[in-house]
C-alpha cells in the first residue's frame, strides 16, 4: 500500500499547556480529497495551524511526502509544497487581484509563476477578468476565490481549506465545491476543513468528524453520509 501524503499520529495540540486536539490520526493520499467536519470550538483551525507549522505540537508526529514535519518552521513546510487557505480569506484588500495571487508565489512555485497564473485564470475565470481591480471591492465569493488561486500559486501538494463555503449564499457555495472540485482532477490533493457537512460528504472520498479535538468517526464519504448517528447528531433527521 502506498505512503500516505499526509500521515498525522496521535497528534497533541493546544494553547498554554491545555490541549486542544487530543491524539488525532489523520492520512491523506495523493489526489484525495478528505474532509474534516466539525461545528465551530471543536478544534478545527487547531488542527490547521498545526499541520501548517504555525503552533507546535506537544506531541505526536506529522509526516508530509515521507519526511517528518512536526516542529519545522512554517516556511518550511510551504517550501514542501503543504498550503493552507486559511478562514476568512486574508487577502489583501488595497492590492489588485493579480498582485494577490503573485504573493502566493513568493516562498514557493516562484519558477513557475506564470503558468501557473494561467492556470488560476482558467479556473477562475472572473479572477482573470478583474485581475487589476482591488481585492478588497471583490464580492464574497471572489474573495475567496482569489483566496484559494492565491494557494494555487504556490503550486501545492496537498491544498487545506478552511471552511472556503463560510459567508457565501447557497448559490456561490454549490458553485465553490464545484470549482473544489475542479482543482481536485487535476490531480491536487485537499484536505477540505467544513461545518458544511452535507456537500462536503458530497464531494470529499473520505471524511473524520471532530469534537472536542477528537475524531469521533471516520470512513468513506459515502457511508458517513448514511450513518445514522451522523444524521442525528449534524443533519437534524
Known sequence: MAEPLLDVR??????????????????VASAEIVAVLGSNGVGKTTLNLALSGVLAATRGEVRFSGARIDGAPAKAIVAAGLIQVPEGRK????????????????????AARA???????????????????????????????????????????????????????????EEMFRLIR??????LAILL???????SLELADRAYVMEN????????????????ALEKAYLGL
Open 182 to 187: 475542479t482543482i481536485n482532477r487535476n490531480g
Open 10 to 27: 496521535g497528534l497533541v495540540a493546544g494553547y498554554g499547556g491545555a490541549p486542544v486536539l487530543r491524539g488525532l490520526d489523520l492520512s
Open 91 to 110: 487577502i489583501f484588500p488595497n492590492l489588485d487581484v493579480r498582485e494577490n495571487l503573485e504573493l502566493g508565489s513568493y516562498r514557493r512555485g516562484g
Open 115 to 173: 503558468r501557473n497564473l494561467a492556470r488560476v485564470y482558467e479556473i477562475f475565470p472572473r479572477l482573470a477578468e478583474r485581475r487589476g481591480q482591488r481585492a478588497g471591492t471583490l464580492s464574497g465569493g471572489e474573495q475567496q476565490m482569489l483566496a484559494i488561486g492565491r494557494g494555487l500559486m504556490a503550486d501545492p501538494k496537498l491544498l487545506i481549506l478552511d471552511e472556503p463555503s463560510l459567508g457565501l449564499s447557497p448559490l456561490l457555495v
Open 193 to 199: 476543513v467544513e461545518q458544511n457537512v452535507v456537500q
Open 213 to 228: 479535538g477528537q475524531f469521533v468517526m471516520s470512513g468513506a464519504a459515502r457511508d458517513l453520509a448514511a450513518d445514522p
